[in-house]
């Protein structure tokens, strides 16, 4: 590190003379930066030429390396019922067509609407009246004690009070942190802390329990606080709650099934030792997992070894008395779950937000759909569900298995319509089937999973005597589809689709016709044999020939193409270079305004590939190939582009731009179409055996098409172009200008420690100069000194 002292003792500006030294030691620096700066811009130059050449070269291989790209062929359609018919005719269609009747379409097998069961869940809003979401009128007494004063307090409902005002009647009542929330349809009731609130009869208990939607309980329990910290409270029950106290009255039975084997449980609700811990002993008697939680006041059933639990739809009313609401499947299994909106009200439509569990279905399941495919075969598609799914999700599901299937839900009403047309080849068997979900584990023991025969059940697809069935089932979704009959050139066809391609022709039948019986006495007869043709004059008849026009135009629109890019490449080949003009440095660019440097950059890179051989070389290459002929094609008057009216411009200005004869090429075209069509898109072989058909010898040829020709060349012309400049995800060691860059970034390195040392070098002697000076200044000063002192 050079100590740097700056002028103070000579008076000079050591900083400006160093930096203006420097900018002369810099200039060899300058030069190598602007050397790399110009193997940047021709790099840039060449990738660019590669651009445009290889633009050109996907638009060859899109129009012209495939004949049906290039050929083209129009179609006349004649007959009544044309509009019945679309056809196109492609590059192999020949002869004609005369369709003579169509029996019927091609349909794709559905189910039709099918109505879902209707919901009583439906969160009430803020603005319902409680008569409208099925809560009766009521009272509800209650205990508030606070500071050790305990006073009765009471609130009376009826059905013209809004949810919202219930809320705030009892929010004026004593419960401060009462509220409803409109997305879970719950109601809160809170106490602010140091309040005990109680119940303070059964009917208010009951009032809670069945009008708000709070957790099943016994009547006249109190209400208490659950967290400390909100006060939220709820009603307790217990195992020793008698059925009395929920509702039930008199003897009854729960009559269920499991696995299909008919079980029963009864009740005596006057027996006072009928309670709910009795329940769940008999329940669990009878070989299923039933249990009540006293914390959650959730009763719970299910049934064992992933066995089916069926309850009979009788025993609903029942069940909800425990908050419970059925449900069906493998583990089947019920719980409580009782919310305002889960009590009377009048049945809804679903809708597509309607959750599967408000229609029963409490557990998550699966299900097999079987649907005809593309191919006529029938394809299984497993798909699986959960109970919190809305509908709208399953149709989802549905539709994004890859079944072949397409849901639709609107108004309470669902539909399954095949995704392809016609019936199945595989069985007499509907075109959509709804199946077991069959698993075999390790030990090999088989399960089966029907729980989509109650989804499906819900939806309104199966009858109740099929929602649950044992071991394996198979039930229709939909019918079949039908095929598409018809009769053409006096054959009678038959496809899976509307769409028919048959010699070269693509027709799509859009209506039936000229099927029928012959005469008004034979509609009549039920013995009458419909026939094709029975109205002679009703049949549509095509014919295709070439489309000269078009291809006419599709070849002017090459030339064009092309000669475009010839220009360009011209272009940069002859375009002025300025050698006064090289890239500017950081320096030269702080001293110019933004428009200064752009025009002084347009001059510096112009020029770029002036003369340069690998555009020269890869030009010539490209114009050789409309020389000559092409081989392998059968008339020789016209197998050369020069027979057809495509030549090169004789004006060397042009740079080997293309003309059209329009009176040499439509001539051809309309002598032989497919040959002129072969010259552009044949794939033939650059060494190609050929009989000639006049002197019966084996000659070799090029047989290439002209497209493909142009590709190999631009191949060929990408390759060089790659070898010299490369690529954007190709290395700078891969390529050539890359190499020079890395090259010049050593250099420019090593020029840059060079010139480290050179300032340091300048600061050291500028630094000596001025020690020097500073020291002789002492002397004098002493001397100066010591003289006056003399005198």
């Known amino acids: 590190m050079v100590t740097r002292i700056g002028g103070l003792a000579s008076g000079m500006d050591i900083d400006g003379i160093v930096a203006k030294l420097m900018t002369a030691e810099r200039a060899p620096l300058y030069k190598l930066q602007q050397q790399k700066m110009k193997y940047e811009w021709q790099r840039d130059a060449y990738r660019g030429v590669n651009t445009k050449i290889d633009t050109f070269r996907n638009y060859l291989v899109d129009n012209f390396r495939l004949s049906s790209n290039f050929v083209k062929k129009s179609t006349t359609i004649t007959g009544a019922n044309a509009d019945k018919v679309s056809i196109t005719a492609g590059t192999s269609a020949s002869g004609s067509l005369n369709i003579q009747g169509v029996q019927s379409l091609a349909t794709a097998a559905t189910s039709g609407a099918k109505n879902a069961q209707n919901t009583t869940y439906r969160n009430a809003a803020n603005t319902d009246k409680l008569v409208d979401i099925g809560v009766a009128q009521g009272q509800f007494n209650f205990k508030i004690t606070s500071d050790g004063t305990t006073e009765d307090r009471s609130i009376v409902i009826d059905g013209n009070t809004k949810v919202s005002d219930v809320v705030n009647q009892l929010v004026g009542a004593g419960f401060d942190k009462a509220s409803y929330d409109e997305a879970t349809g719950k109601f809160s009731l809170g106490a602010m802390e140091g309040k005990k609130v109680e119940v303070a009869d059964a009917n208010s208990a009951s009032f809670l329990r069945d009008q708000l939607g709070f957790t099943t309980s016994y009547i006249g329990s109190s209400i208490k606080a659950t967290d400390p910290n909100d006060n939220t409270v709820e009603v307790a029950a217990n195992n020793s709650t008698q059925l009395k106290d929920l509702g039930f009255s008199g003897t009854g039975t729960f009559n269920f099934t ?32 039933a249990s009540f939680n006293e914390k959650t006041g959730q009763f719970n059933i299910s049934a064992k070894d992933g066995k089916v639990l069926q309850f009979d739809d009788g025993n609903r009313s029942d069940l909800i008395k425990l908050g419970i609401h059925q449900t069906t499947g493998s583990s089947s299994k019920a719980y409580s779950q009782i919310k305002i909106a889960d009590h009377g009200g009048n049945p809804l439509t679903s809708t597509k937000s309607t959750s599967l569990q408000h229609l029963g279905l409490l557990n998550d399941g699966k299900f097999k759909i079987s649907a005809v495919q593309a191919d006529g075969k029938m394809k299984d ?9 809305t509908i709208e999700s399953l149709i989802k599901r549905i539709n994004g298995s890859g079944a072949g299937v397409t849901a639709l839900f609107s108004n309470g009403q669902m539909s399954i319509t095949a995704n392809n ?12 089937q709804l199946k077991t979900v069959k698993t075999v584990d390790e030990n090999n ?17 199966v009858n109740a005597s099929d929602r649950n069935p044992a071991g394996e089932q198979t039930i229709d979704l939909a019918g079949k589809g039908t095929n598409a009959k018809y009769k053409i050139n006096d054959l009678e066809m038959e496809s899976q689709t509307n769409n028919i391609n048959l010699e070269g022709y693509t027709i799509k039948l859009t209506g039936t016709f000229n099927y029928g019986v012959t005469n008004q006495e034979d509609v009549t007869n039920s013995n009458a044999t419909p026939i094709y043709g029975y109205q002679s004059a009703q049949g549509v008849s095509v014919t295709a020939s070439h489309d000269i026009d078009a291809m006419m135009t599709k070849i002017k629109e090459f030339v064009t193409t092309y000669n475009g890019l010839v220009t360009e490449l011209n272009n940069s080949l002859k375009e002025t270079k300025y050698r006064e003009y090289s890239p500017l440095t950081k320096e030269q660019k702080e001293d110019m305004s933004e428009s200064e440097i752009k025009l002084w950059e347009e001059k510096a890179k112009s020029g770029l590939l002036k003369n340069d051989s690998i555009l020269r070389e890869g030009l010539s290459k490209m114009r050789a190939n409309f020389i000559g002929q092409i081989g392998g094609l059968n008339d020789s008057t016209i197998d050369a582009l020069s027979e057809i009216g495509i030549t090169t411009s004789s004006r060397v200005s042009d740079g080997g731009t293309l003309e059209i004869n329009d009176t040499k090429l439509r001539a051809a075209l309309e002598k032989d179409p497919d040959q002129v069509g072969k010259m552009f898109s044949q794939t033939g072989d650059s060494k190609a055996s050929f009989i000639d058909p006049v002197t019966g010898q084996t000659k070799t040829v090029d047989s290439r098409g002209l497209a493909r020709r142009l590709t190999e060349s631009i191949d060929a012309f990408k390759l060089q172009i790659e070898k010299k400049a ?8 891969q390529y050539n200008i890359g190499k020079s860059m890395v090259d010049l970034d050593t250099r420019i390195d090593r020029m840059q420690k060079r010139l480290v040392g050179i300032e340091q070098r300048y600061w050291k002697q500028f630094t000596a100069m001025e020690q020097a000076i500073n020291k002789g200044n002492q002397q004098s000063s002493m001397f100066m000194q010591g003289s006056g002192g003399g005198f």
């Open 726 to 733: 490369g690529r954007s995800t190709m290395t700078e060691q």
């Open 421 to 432: 047309t016609g019936t199945n080849k595989d069985s007499a068997s509907a075109d959509i």
């Open 445 to 461: 023991i088989e399960s089966y999973d029907n729980s989509g025969f109650e989804l499906f059940h819900q939806l309104g697809f």
């Open 258 to 289: 499991v696995n299909g084997e008919t079980k029963t449980v009864s009740y005596d609700a006057n027996d006072p030792t009928q309670t709910i811990g009795k329940l769940v002993s008999d329940f669990n008697a009878q070989g299923l997992n």
């Open 381 to 389: 598609t497993i798909i699986e569900f959960k109970s919190t799914d």
